[in-house]
């Protein structure tokens, strides 16, 4: 018996551990799905005839859908189980991406766009329900940190494979391939996955979990809401940095493209060691998040203003690392503390609300800092308006009662 229960045991932390595998893929190749066209934008934009202020509008109707998705998904997560509404994120996301690649206006690329969004956005919930479900609050950081190098590595991966692959198959060939593999993981993630592990007590998805009652103290929740006006305010700063600095210095400083790529690749390298790292110092404090979201936020703004006075390619390699640790580092830290605000069983409804509200910051900040760039021509002011949001969600998270135990 001791030894059929030693093996049980070790089966499931490897079960574990291929779930969070799984559900960081699938983060991960989802991030692709939407950062590709920061690099393709120049080219793509070109040959649909789109000004560099309208340059960015495909990314404003992938998050249009993306978060009218989220407040509906988080809820269906907890009702269908994470394990569904991933392979229902994945799948049409790969359809829908690999279409995307035979745009040939701007109208049907918008419609494309929307229902990419409108498929991804049950990923993050999905995922975040899952770890909750897999892992325990005392690892839940370092489960967190890993899950969190998804998009980092996503940026790193756009930067550095995206460039050279419009060169052999064009932008609308790069659709086609992330499509396709984004597909094939949807249907890997609905055969391999399962919502829990094996023997536990209480169902943590299904209509036993759900009632109107809870879902209404979950919405009034005072914790839930300065959390979800912190991400708003960190997504702003973090994904309006992503999506535009290519863009801003090959505008505004002369670099080439492949450089420029070059240097936002460094920026998510930074954040992809920060990451892990912090989800294990968390954990080694005791579940402390709090206080260490407060310093990267505060950190971030001030480097952010920092980046904006550089102008030289080598100044530009040396700050993004470190503000590339600021930028993400936070993120594992606000999706632990919303699972605990909410608990195991509403985790995906609480992660769809809030993070439907986080990216309405980068629904807003694309259109934002393109007017701001075009109408003042400085390279600073835009980096200012990015600035704005991290410092907005430094002062919310002080608002935070952090839960112990």
Same mark, same amino acid.
């Given at each position: 018996?001791? =030894?059929?229960?030693?093996?049980?045991?070790?089966? *499931?932390?490897?079960? !574990?551990?291929?779930?969070?595998?799984?559900?960081?893929?699938?983060?991960?190749?989802?991030?692709?799905?939407?950062?590709?066209?920061?690099?393709?934008?120049?080219?793509?934009?070109?040959?649909?005839? &789109?000004?560099?202020?309208?340059?960015?509008?495909?990314?404003?109707?992938?998050?249009?859908?993306?978060?009218?998705?989220?407040?509906?998904?988080?809820?269906?997560?907890?009702?269908?189980?994470?394990? !569904?509404?991933?392979?229902?994120?994945?799948?049409? &996301?790969?359809?829908?991406?690999?279409?995307?690649?035979?745009?040939?206006?701007?109208?049907?690329?918008?419609?494309? *766009?929307?229902?990419?969004?409108?498929?991804?956005?049950?990923?993050?919930?999905?995922?975040?329900?899952?770890?909750?479900?897999?892992?325990?609050?005392?690892?839940?950081? !370092?489960?967190?940190?890993?899950?969190?190098?998804?998009?980092?590595?996503?940026?790193?991966?756009?930067?550095?494979?995206?460039?050279?692959?419009?060169?052999?198959?064009?932008? /609308?060939?790069?659709?086609?391939?992330?499509?396709?593999?984004?597909?094939?993981?949807?249907?890997?993630?609905?055969?391999?996955?399962?919502? *829990?592990?094996?023997?536990?007590?209480?169902? +943590?998805?299904?209509?036993?979990?759900?009632?109107?009652?809870?879902?209404?103290? %979950?919405?009034?929740?005072?914790?839930?809401?300065?959390?979800?006006?912190?991400?708003?305010?960190?997504?702003?700063?973090?994904?309006?940095?992503?999506?535009?600095?290519?863009?801003?210095?090959? !505008?505004?400083?002369?670099? /080439?493209?492949?450089?420029?790529?070059?240097?936002?690749? %460094?920026?998510?390298?930074?954040?992809?060691?920060?990451?892990?790292?912090?989800?294990?110092?968390?954990?080694?404090?005791?579940?402390?998040?709090?206080?260490?979201?407060?310093?990267?936020?505060?950190?971030?703004?001030?480097?952010?203003?920092?980046?904006?006075? %550089?102008?030289?390619?080598?100044?530009?390699?040396?700050?993004?690392?470190?503000?590339?640790?600021?930028?993400? =580092?936070?993120?594992?830290?606000?999706?632990?503390?919303?699972?605990?605000?909410?608990?195991?069983?509403?985790?995906?409804?609480?992660?769809? &609300?809030?993070?439907?509200?986080?990216?309405?910051?980068?629904?807003? +900040?694309?259109?934002?800092?393109?007017? =701001?760039?075009?109408? /003042?021509?400085?390279?600073?002011?835009?980096?200012?308006?990015?600035?704005?949001?991290? %410092?907005?969600?430094?002062?919310?998270?002080?608002?935070?009662?952090?839960?112990?135990?």
């Amino acid at each position: 018996m001791a =030894v059929e229960a030693t093996t049980h045991t070790a089966l *499931q932390a490897r079960r !574990r551990w291929l779930t969070l595998f799984l559900v960081w893929a699938a983060f991960l190749i989802s991030f692709l799905d939407r950062l590709a066209w920061a690099n393709v934008a120049v080219s793509a934009g070109a040959s649909l005839g &789109l000004q560099i202020a309208a340059l960015n509008i495909f990314v404003t109707a992938f998050y249009v859908g993306y978060v009218a998705s989220n407040f509906v998904s988080g809820f269906a997560t907890d009702l269908f189980g994470g394990r !569904r509404m991933l392979a229902m994120a994945l799948i049409p &996301l790969g359809a829908f991406t690999f279409l995307f690649g035979f745009t040939s206006s701007i109208v049907v690329g918008l419609c494309f *766009q929307v229902l990419m969004g409108l498929a991804a956005g049950a990923d993050y919930s999905a995922g975040i329900k899952l770890i909750a479900a897999w892992f325990e609050r005392a690892e839940r950081g !370092r489960a967190m940190g890993f899950y969190f190098t998804a998009p980092t590595l996503g940026v790193i991966l756009t930067n550095a494979l995206v460039p050279p692959a419009i060169g052999m198959v064009g932008w /609308t060939g790069v659709y086609h391939v992330i499509g396709a593999a984004t597909l094939i993981l949807g249907v890997v993630c609905l055969i391999v996955l399962r919502d *829990q592990p094996p023997g536990r007590g209480a169902p +943590v998805s299904g209509r036993a979990v759900m009632s109107t009652a809870r879902i209404a103290t %979950l919405v009034r929740n005072r914790d839930l809401i300065f959390l979800t006006a912190a991400g708003f305010g960190a997504m702003w700063g973090s994904w309006g940095f992503a999506f535009w600095v290519n863009a801003l210095m090959i !505008r505004g400083h002369g670099l /080439t493209a492949a450089t420029a790529g070059a240097i936002v690749g %460094l920026f998510g390298l930074g954040a992809i060691v920060g990451n892990p790292l912090m989800g294990l110092v968390s954990d080694w404090l005791g579940g402390v998040r709090k206080l260490p979201i407060i310093v990267c936020l505060l950190s971030f703004v001030a480097l952010l203003m920092v980046f904006g006075g %550089l102008s030289g390619e080598g100044q530009f390699r040396i700050a993004a690392p470190i503000l590339g640790i600021a930028a993400f =580092v936070y993120m594992p830290l606000l999706g632990a503390m919303v699972t605990e605000v909410a608990g195991v069983a509403l985790a995906g409804s609480a992660t769809g &609300l809030s993070n439907a509200i986080w990216q309405m910051g980068s629904i807003l +900040v694309p259109v934002v800092v393109g007017v =701001v760039f075009q109408y /003042t021509g400085s390279f600073q002011a835009a980096f200012v308006a990015l600035a704005a949001g991290p %410092l907005f969600g430094a002062v919310c998270m002080m608002f935070v009662r952090e839960a112990r135990g």
